[in-house]
Every structure is written in C-alpha cells, then in structure tokens.
C-alpha cells in the first residue's frame, strides 16, 4: 500500500479493515478503517503501550472509562492514548469509510490523557 485511501473496506464489510503500515522496535504504525463498526458491548481496550490516533476520514466516538461522556472526533482530531487507559469506539460513522491513522509506541505508562479535542 502506498496511499492511506487506497483498498479501503466496502461500507458493507462486516469486520474493521486493519492494515500495519510500518513496524519497527517499540513502534507500530496501522490504518484501521471501520465502516460502522464499534466495540463489542462491555469490551474496553487496555493496551500495554501508548497510542496516537489521527482520525483522517469519517467520524467516531472514543469512550474512556475515566471520562463520563465519549468524545466525538472528526477528519483531523488526534488524541495521544496512555497506556492501560481504558477505551472503547462507541460508534463509526455508517457507510462510509472512517479511516484512523493509529501509532502504537512503548513506553506512557504515565497515565497521561493527551489533549483534549476542540
């Protein structure tokens, strides 16, 4: 692949598409994109690393387990996601493509929550 847009997943498509763009020692850089997917009822992602997230396309909702409300994130928004910080995806836009850029990196056990989105 050398476009982020290029095989993106059908609106139809019954799982997320995940695509590894570039791996390296404490790094991991993926497309994900999802085309109404969300997180299973009751599941919450706690990864053992951090995560960047750029939303290029599409819209979402990223729920935290700290936070009361869930966050809406539109083409452009980016959120730096510590480690073991409880998350989920509450929605995906239905279809159509929401691509996310997402960096996975070693290290931010800190608990830090990253900036909030405008």
């Given amino acids: 692949m050398d476009s982020i847009f290029a095989d993106l997943a059908r609106s139809t498509a019954k799982d997320e ?22 997180s299973p009822p009751g599941f ?11 939303l290029i396309q599409g819209s979402a909702r990223l729920r935290f387990a700290d936070e009361p409300e869930a966050r809406t994130l539109n083409p452009g928004d980016f959120i730096d996601i510590a480690a073991h910080r ?5 929605w995906t836009a239905p279809g159509q493509p929401t691509i996310w850029l997402a960096i996975h990196y070693a290290g931010a056990a800190d608990g830090a929550r990253g900036p909030a989105l405008s």
């Fill in 86 to 90: 409880r998350h989920r995806v509450d």
């Fill in 17 to 38: 598409q995940f695509s590894e763009l570039l791996k390296r020692p404490g790094l991991r850089i993926e497309r994900i994109v999802s085309t109404g997917q969300c």
């Fill in 44 to 54: 919450w992602y706690d990864q053992p690393d951090g995560e960047w997230v750029l």
